[in-house]
């Protein structure tokens, strides 16, 4: 099989005939049922490789080479046409663009009179014959000589009417597609017959077009762009006259064909109809340039495969193959628990994307996915990207199936499975249960009693909805609490208040403001020395904590204005007031009454100062340590624990198998040291 993830040119005669096989059995799939063993940029990587061995080697071109063939030279029909459906010829770039007008002017000897740009639409080419105005057979462009009757489709293909406005002998050539509802409801129709969905709007087109007999109708749109029988001075004019005559073109969406005078308009043109790609109701892969004038088209003519007076300037692939590498779930504010893939990084149009969304559990297993599959993710404009389907022809036998969760991944209460969107059985609860467990946790409040069934009792109680109710829990409350004696109430009362006394960073953690985890919190509290300067912290203010930028201040601040209530009752209960020193002048009064129970927020300690880096495998005493405890260790030393080495590192704790991080510190001279070098500098807060 040949490797399409590397496709250099082929090295041998034997890896250029394995490299055409796998080009010709991905065209044949394509064309015999719309189904694909390759996304199209691997598509045409292939092709390219194949290209440049048969250049380089023009002796040992094989005959069923895909390469200078319509549709791959794998489609075929009986149904001859009487003029050969070209392919178009692509160019890439303005400057490419450019290039190809300029040639074409050049073999006419003048200016192009004008030019007609239009939408290159991403569906199946068709001739449709009409004699007296009555459709009577449509048929596919197969190879472009010949190709096959697809007439039993006709009346699913909206635009193309059984009759049209005059009774004229025509062929309307164009192209059948899904548009993106279409491609939605055929998929959804689908599904209820247990048919599984199709990849992407174009392949399900394909599929479509072809199927003979099926027990549901699947509705497609059919969009003209040529026409033969009809003569007109200008290919412009010949569109209007075809919707005229009741067929539907371009013309009636905003991406329309357009005259332009000369090539600057058209490439202003080009970059109009790229600019609505994302937010047109059908799928585009281009923008077609013609020369507009009937005589120009003449004088150009066509060679074997493509007209010379056209050309496909293309777009980038809005679908495109990645593997699937894991599925999350997340809980969301209101409890519904949604899977979002995380995948192998790929390029689509311009961004690149890791994250898809999977939209419900029941979408997963109809889609047949399965970690470590090929699949097509689609992202166009500002669309969230969105996982299409498995590239199944691409599996390995490594795949495992997704193990949906049982429990609530965030409260661990059971999961209401009744509807297709799956939600926590506590909804917007499940929030308040899991924020109780977070803040109660032994790096936050480190609550004694207060686990997870506890949590779960508590708010289930109506007793606690957020962390400030938590403080203003009675012994009688408790007490009325399934297996809360006495003694179990006391201890609680009593780790309750010993909670209140916490430190401000611990508070402020307990809070679990996005993007602040227990460095951050330090780091906050170090710097403002009590919640009111937090509360009162603006954006600017925030951005002056080390490791906060611009928008990590904006969410901060977000967030802290949805907590507002809970930071005021905890301050009026008296919880995270415990005065700490800033280490920069903050915006509140009073707060700059720094006190000498800064010991443990300021930037003090054996590390003051320092931007530390830990790489390798740690030995000696921080052996023992995960990577986020030596991190803490660091901050807790008051140094600031980073992952990547620069010019700001000042110590890098080099373990065994430092790679590039220690060359980097090596060459920028930072200090690095052994794991037990560090380990005695740290001394006894290494325990
Ligand atoms: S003109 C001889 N115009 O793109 C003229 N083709 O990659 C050839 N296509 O085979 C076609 N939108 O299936 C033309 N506005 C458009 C088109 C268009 C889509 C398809 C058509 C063609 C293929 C070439």
């Not at 075809?242 to 202003?268: E, Y």
């Not at 799928?283 to 007209?307: F, L, T």
Request: hydrophobic share 45%; glycine share 10%.
């Amino acid at each position: 099989m040949f490797d399409m993830k590397h496709a250099a040119v082929p090295a041998s005669p034997t890896a250029y005939a394995d490299a055409v096989a796998t080009a010709v059995r991905a065209a044949e799939a394509y064309y015999a049922d719309g189904s694909t063993p390759l996304g199209d940029d691997e598509y045409d990587a292939l092709l390219r490789s194949i290209t440049a061995y048969e250049q380089a080697h023009p002796d040992q071109v094989l005959p069923d080479s895909p390469t200078g063939k319509v549709a791959g030279g794998a489609a075929s029909g009986d149904v001859p046409h009487s003029v050969p459906m070209l392919s178009l010829d692509n160019v890439f770039s303005a400057e490419e663009l450019d290039l190809w007008a300029a040639g074409l002017e050049r073999r006419l000897g003048r200016p192009v009179a004008g030019w007609c740009v239009e939408p290159k639409l991403d569906g199946l080419a068709v001739a449709a014959r009409y004699r007296a105005g009555r459709l009577v057979q449509l048929v596919t462009r197969g190879d472009g000589l010949a190709g096959e009757d697809i007439s039993h489709a006709t009346g699913a293909v909206l635009g193309l009417p059984a009759e049209l406005g005059e009774p004229v002998d025509v062929e309307l050539r164009g192209e059948v597609l899904l548009t993106q509802s279409q491609f939605e409801q055929a998929n959804a129709v689908r599904l209820a017959h247990g048919a599984t969905p199709f990849a992407n709007p174009r392949n399900g087109a394909a599929g479509t077009l072809r199927a003979k007999d099926r027990a549901y109708r699947v509705e497609l749109t059919f969009f003209a762009y040529d026409a033969l029988g009809l003569p007109e001075p200008a290919h412009s004019e010949l569109l209007e006259r075809i919707a005229a005559l009741g067929a539907n073109t371009a013309a009636a969406t905003a991406a329309g064909p357009r005259h332009c005078t000369d090539v600057a308009q058209v490439q202003q043109r080009i970059a109009e109809i790229g600019a609505l790609r994302a937010a047109l109701p059908f799928g585009i892969d281009g923008i077609v340039i013609k020369a507009d004038a009937a005589a120009d088209q003449e004088q150009a003519g066509s060679g074997s495969r493509a007209p010379r007076w056209a050309v496909a300037y293309k777009l980038p692939a809005v679908h495109k193959v990645t593997r699937l590498l894991e599925v999350e779930w997340n809980v969301g504010r209101t409890g519904v628990i949604a899977p979002r893939a995380v995948l192998e990084p790929v390029e689509v149009d311009g961004v690149t994307i890791t994250y898809a969304t999977l939209h419900n559990p029941a979408d997963i297993t109809r889609r047949g996915l399965l970690i470590g599959d090929q699949v097509f993710v689609h992202r166009a404009g500002d669309v969230i990207p969105r996982v299409e389907a498995p590239l199944t022809e691409q599996r390995t036998g490594a795949e495992r199936e997704i193990v949906f969760p049982t429990d609530c991944p965030r409260c661990g209460d059971a999961i209401d499975t009744s509807q297709q969107r799956w939600r926590c059985v506590r909804g917007r609860g499940c929030q308040a249960v899991a924020s109780i467990r977070y803040a109660a946790g032994r790096d936050q409040l480190d609550i004694e009693g207060l686990g997870g069934t506890r949590a779960v009792q508590l708010v289930d109680a109506g007793l606690v909805t957020d962390l400030a109710d938590l403080f203003t829990l009675t012994r009688e409350q408790l007490l009325i609490l399934e297996r809360m004696g006495d003694t179990s109430a006391d201890n609680l009362i009593a780790a309750l208040a010993a909670a209140k006394a916490q430190p401000l960073h611990r508070v402020f953690c307990a809070l679990g403001v996005r993007g602040t985890g227990r460095s951050m919190s330090r780091r906050i509290a170090a710097h403002f020395g009590s919640m009111a300067a937090i509360r009162a912290a603006d954006a600017e203010a925030l951005a002056g904590v080390d490791g906060i930028g611009p928008e990590k201040a904006a969410v901060v601040v977000a967030e802290l204005a949805e907590l507002a209530d809970v930071l005021d009752r905890l301050a009026a209960l008296g919880v995270g007031t415990a005065v700490t020193a800033p280490t920069a002048p903050a915006t509140v009064s009073g707060s700059s009454a720094a006190s000498a129970s800064a010991a443990e927020d300021g930037p003090q300690g054996p590390l003051a100062g320092q931007a530390v880096v830990v790489t390798g495998t740690m030995t000696g005493p921080l052996a023992a340590l995960s990577r986020t405890e030596t991190n803490e260790l660091i901050e807790r030393a008051g140094g600031k624990a980073s992952s990547s080495v620069s010019k700001r590192t000042t110590l890098l704790v080099a373990g065994d198998k430092a790679g590039s991080k220690r060359a980097k510190a090596e060459e920028l001279g930072v200090r690095v040291v052994t794991p037990e070098e560090f380990a005695e500098l740290v001394g006894e807060l290494l325990v």
